[in-house]
């Protein structure tokens, strides 16, 4: 039986996965399994997978009979798992060499550790480092300075409040097998592993390792990167607050707080995902609601033919996606009016072209102000003028005594 079962999940990864699975090859500690489960894959996976199952007796390998999606592919390695600990993996990522005996080595050290996580890099498409550039985003990829241990109710708690996950991704953990309780929920499309680190959480505590050990790779046909563009990740997060409700006291927060913080700190995610990709101006507004709705156009969610029932569940998703995607436009115009009004008022044009589109109104007031500011300067500089020839004159310095003489006897 083999300290570690690694869990790879495949579907359709032929583009990535070799490199995969020869970051877990290239371990320093060896006493491992690794579990691939192929849901049904159609590119050249299969030919890949086997190649190396036969390189190497620590690698299984199958085919799932039907598509079970992404939890439901991890819960079928997660079932075969014969390992004390449990490593999910990606096949869009890598593991560092020594990840898995850093992590041994905290698990076994340490009993009352459940789940072991670790500062993680991103990498493109072509392998190359993406840094990180938002506070968010660096809170995501390295949550802690130094090496952390965290109690389970802290990190549920503090993770629920800020509505981020910093807790990590499948790629940059490790847990203890005797805590599996069935594997992922699969109700949950996205944010099903933060729901899973809760649960496995409930037994222990969490452990972050300081040093970059799992490389993350982003890129448009990864299936994290399609999903975040949905509404439903935005629901998730209600969904597991409402599963976990009886932390958010501990954070110091009613139900209805945590849904108005809620939105408030997603609004501005998304407004600041659209500001990045420049996806902003009409056009490219339009496909972001369609990504919202489904990628379906919202209108049709509220199809109903006559006398027929209303399927509501389908009418507030579109409204939600419609109410998300305003708040965010809203939050951008926001920062333009920012911009524009921290803008030296002796600067002239206007730079936020956007923002005359949307609030011409508020750019006249803006413009109307910084034009009021720079004939102020023109009548300061004249009165100036005028005061420096008033000095120079003959009559000015004939009766300076008289002034001085008349200020004496003040």
């Known amino acids: 039986m083999p300290a570690v079962s690694i869990c790879l999940p495949v579907y359709n990864g032929a583009k990535y996965l ?73 096949q869009d990522d890598t593991l560092h060499p020594k990840l898995l005996e850093q992590f041994v080595s905290v698990l076994d050290e340490n009993p009352n550790i459940t789940l072991v996580n670790c500062a993680r890099s991103w990498i493109d498409g072509n392998g ?35 509505a981020v996950n910093w807790l990590g991704e ?28 809760y649960r496995l959480l409930q037994h222990g505590d969490y452990y972050f390792i300081s040093d970059y050990l799992c490389n993350f790779r982003k890129h448009t046909d990864s299936w994290t990167m399609a999903n975040s563009r949905e509404l439903s990740t935005y629901l998730e997060w209600l969904m597991l607050a409402s599963k976990y409700r009886e932390y958010l006291p ?45 990628s379906i156009n919202p209108l049709s969610l509220f199809n109903c033919p006559k006398n027929a029932e209303r399927d509501f569940l389908s009418e507030f998703k579109a409204l939600g996606a419609i109410a998300l995607l305003q708040s965010a436009l809203l939050e951008n115009e926001l920062r333009l009016a920012s911009e524009e009004a921290a803008r030296s008022y002796t ?52 009766t300076e005594p008289l002034r001085k003489f008349k200020d004496r006897l003040r």
Not at 48 to 74: A, F, P
Not at 141 to 147: M, N, R
Not at 263 to 279: G, I, P, V
Not at 282 to 294: D, P
Request: charged share 30%; with cysteine; aromatic share 8%.
């Open 250 to 294: 501990f954070a110091g927060l009613t139900q209805e707080q945590y849904c108005l913080n809620f939105m408030k700190s997603w609004t501005r995610n998304l407004e600041e995902k659209l500001y990045q990709d420049k996806r902003l101006d009409k056009e490219e507004r339009m496909g972001v609601l369609r990504e919202l709705s489904g």
């Open 128 to 162: 190359k480092p993406i840094s990180a550039k938002s506070k968010m985003e660096v809170r995501l990829t390295k949550p802690f300075e130094k090496s952390t241990l965290l109690s389970g109710k802290e990190a549920i708690v503090s993770t629920l409040k800020e």
């Open 347 to 398: 600067e002239m044009g206007l730079k936020n072209k956007a923002l005359l589109e949307t609030r011409p109104g508020l750019i006249a007031a803006l413009e109307g102000l910084k034009e009021t500011l720079r004939e102020r300067d023109k009548e300061i500089q004249s009165l100036r003028l005028t005061l420096t020839d008033i000095g120079k004159s003959l009559s000015w310095k004939v």
């Open 18 to 90: 070799a490199t995969a699975i020869e970051s877990v090859l290239a371990q320093t500690y060896e006493d491992l399994e690794l579990l691939i489960a192929d849901d049904c894959s159609f590119d050249a996976t299969k030919s890949i997978v086997e190649n190396y199952t036969k390189q190497d007796k620590r690698i299984k390998s199958w085919v799932n009979r039907n598509n079970l999606g992404h939890y439901g592919n991890y819960n079928a390695c997660i079932e075969k798992a014969t390992g004390k600990y449990i490593k999910l993996f990606a």
């Open 170 to 197: 499948p790629s940059s953990q490790m847990y203890r097998a005797k805590f599996v309780d069935g594997g992922f929920d699969t109700s949950f499309r996205q944010i099903g592993d933060i729901e899973y680190n």
